[in-house]
């Protein structure tokens, strides 16, 4: 361990705690990072302090958290290179509600038929669902730039799409599933020349490189404040001033109004215009504290810490026979994650084998469902690192997997009621020739996928129950064991199942897995409550949360 890394790690107390009776290990960074002590002391600052509503008081409090807010527009602005300060600078919930803001700002009321919107096969839902409902409320086309085989934007394939045609062009800067780093200059250039606006996610990006949205040419950049060790629940949009004057404001009443008479009302100035109600006082000024730690420890440091340890660990697990990795290969720079598969275990279990040992990942599609199917898989496990982590951690993740199939069966073994081991051990697996009903499943946090099929006899009881899943080792068992508990049942047993799986396991099971247990029983319930209704159940798809 570097000093400076263990100096940085000294500013977040919580990688002092153990899991499971293990030192934390913290891998989960793409989804969320961890706040230094110089961030969250601003909210006691604030709330102990000068806590009052900004912009409304004629009073020194309101005065001071007026001027602090404010100054923390122009700070953020300033760490991602907004040459026009505040007014270029609107703070939302997160990059979801900054890409929302175009999406109702700019695009739905301009769009229509005719024009169209290019993205990535790379996107985040936020990006992509967001520019799915834009095209199907207004009649848009939606294009897709391809990726090529070694991970990145197909930049080919992206001229053959970028035409006259399109209005908008939304990209991630960095991937959250595959690391890679996309060239936003090249895309700004093909966006501009064809008359249509850059839009990028930097979810990913601004919390690891040093980002400057004039240099890239973005016309618009979203970004989230937890993911750069700021606090939840405040995010930012860039855009282009001429741009944000030219939009309809997102939301409407106090605080972005200017004049307001029964007849009608005008629209505060920038960045106000797009901030209605109360605003974020306290997590605002946070994330301008945060953008200053990170620009203490330098943000090329930030990047060149990051991709030392992906590389070191990116060379580690393509080095296994069992392990098969996502994105650029070994020595292109990537950001600070990598994403992997271990041969014959689902995500959701070595999640927990990992989980039991401390170290914490994220297992599942990433909400990048399309993506995972473009890689044909369910879903990957994902390490992801930032100024706090070591390559001893990293030699911690790569013990905790060696041998992990033999590890997730003693994990099943003694964890779970011997009823799950047995079916875990001996499934009832594979589907029906002609079922009577088909019932797909597919949990999108985490890209569970399977499938029951079920015979049901004229008088109405089930005949047999198959499966096939690509599911956990968890759901799967759960699966056979309502396989075999509903054979010789009616539809009607199966309808009200609430909680019988649970009493069957006599409760013995992991409450950090409830989801995958409880998951089968509600997906075999919905099915026999649309049979008996007559609703169509062949094709249908449940999602689970």
Not at 404 to 421: I, N, P, Q, T
Not at 456 to 464: F, K, W
């Amino acid at each position: 361990m570097s000093p400076q890394v263990a100096d940085v790690r000294e500013d977040f107390p919580v990688l002092d705690r153990e899991v499971n009776g293990e030192p934390l290990t913290y891998l989960d960074n793409a989804a969320t990072t961890h706040t230094p002590r110089q961030v969250y002391e601003v909210f006691e600052e604030f709330y102990a302090g000068y806590n009052a509503n900004v912009h409304r008081g004629i009073h020194e409090l309101s005065h001071e958290a007026s001027l602090a807010y404010e100054d923390a527009h122009d700070r953020v602005a300033e760490f991602v290179g907004a040459g026009g300060g505040r007014e270029e600078m609107i703070f939302t919930r997160n990059t979801t509600e900054s890409i929302n803001l175009v999406a109702h700002g700019l695009a739905l009321p301009e769009f229509g038929p005719g024009d169209a919107i290019v993205t990535t096969e790379m996107e985040h839902h936020a990006s992509l669902v967001t520019w799915q409902q834009v095209a199907e409320r207004t009649g848009a086309e939606l294009r897709f730039v391809g990726l090529t085989d070694d991970g990145h934007v197909d930049v080919e394939h992206a001229k053959s799409l970028i035409d006259d045609d399109v209005e908008l062009v939304s990209i991630p800067h960095v991937s959250n599933v595959l690391g890679t780093i996309t060239p936003v200059r090249t895309f700004a250039d093909l966006a501009h020349d064809a008359g249509a606006v850059l839009v990028v996610d930097g979810a990913q990006s601004a919390p690891t490189r040093p980002v400057d949205v004039e240099a890239m040419g973005a016309d618009f950049f979203a970004f989230s404040g937890h993911k750069m060790a700021g606090p939840t629940g405040i995010g930012g949009l860039y855009g282009r001033k001429e741009l944000l004057e030219g939009m309809e404001p997102f939301l409407y009443g106090g605080e972005m109004i200017q004049h307001v008479t029964f007849d009608r009302s005008t629209w505060n100035g920038l960045p106000w215009k797009f901030e209605a109600g109360t605003p974020p006082i306290a997590e605002g000024i946070a994330l301008a504290a945060a953008v200053e730690y990170l620009d203490d420890l330098g943000m090329e440091w930030v990047r060149d810490h990051e991709n030392r340890l992906a590389q070191y660990a990116l060379e580690r697990l393509r080095a296994r026979d069992d392990v098969e990795t996502y994105g650029p290969g070994p020595g292109e720079e990537r950001t600070g994650l990598v994403s992997f598969n271990v041969d014959g275990v689902h995500g959701h279990d070595l999640s927990s084998i990992l989980n039991e040992r401390g170290i914490a990942v994220r297992a599942g599609d990433h909400c990048t469902q399309p993506l995972h199917d473009r890689l044909d898989v369910p879903g990957s496990v994902r390490a992801s690192f930032y100024v706090y982590n070591t390559t001893e951690e990293i030699d911690r993740l790569l013990d905790a997997i060696d041998d992990a199939e033999a590890k997730v069966d003693a994990h099943l073994r003694d964890r779970y009621a011997d009823r799950l081991y047995d079916h875990h051990r001996s499934p009832d697996n594979g589907g029906l020739a002609e079922p009577s009903l088909v019932k797909s499943s597919e949990e999108t946090t985490c890209g569970d996928d399977g499938e029951f099929h079920v015979d049901v006899a004229p008088d109405g009881t089930i005949e047999a129950v198959g499966f096939e899943s690509e599911s956990c080792a968890v759901s799967r068992a759960v699966a056979s064991l309502i396989s075999e508990y509903l054979e010789g049942r009616t539809v009607e047993d199966a309808a009200e199942m609430e909680g019988e799986v649970a009493a069957m396991l006599d409760g013995q099971f992991p409450d950090l897995r409830r989801e995958c247990v409880v998951g089968p029983e509600e997906v075999i319930r919905e099915a026999a409550r649309e049979y008996l209704a007559g609703s169509p159940v062949a094709e249908d798809t449940l999602s689970s949360p």
